[in-house]
């Protein structure tokens, strides 16, 4: 039974992740409009292009959590965070003492 336990720990660690990145993303400034203005995002936003000289570097995490709010997250990046979420999961299942 108590491995069972852990793997449904670790089974909704992962879907929780999936289903709450985009949230989220959206909550932080991210939406499929760009960035919103007052937001997490546009301070991240501000800094990251005032570090750069005045622009927000392609591939920097500024860029890259713009683009998942815009075009939502890709399937390979849909599963690392199933994995992180997993992995949070079990770590909760260890930490509570449901695993021996």
Known sequence: ???LTVIAVTATG??????????ALGAAGFTAAGIA????AAGM??????ASGGGVLAGSTVAV?????????SGSTTAVVAGVGGAVGWLTATAAGLTS
Do not use: D
């Not at 992962?14 to 949230?23: R, S, T, Y």
């Not at 203005?37 to 997490?40: E, G």
């Not at 936003?45 to 005032?50: D, H, V």
């Open 45 to 50: 936003m501000a800094s990251a292009a005032t």
């Open 65 to 73: 959590l713009q683009l998942a709010g815009v075009a939502g997250l």
């Open 14 to 23: 992962a879907g929780l992740a999936v289903v709450l990145a985009p949230v």
């Open 37 to 40: 203005a007052n937001s997490v």
């Open 1 to 3: 039974m108590e491995l």
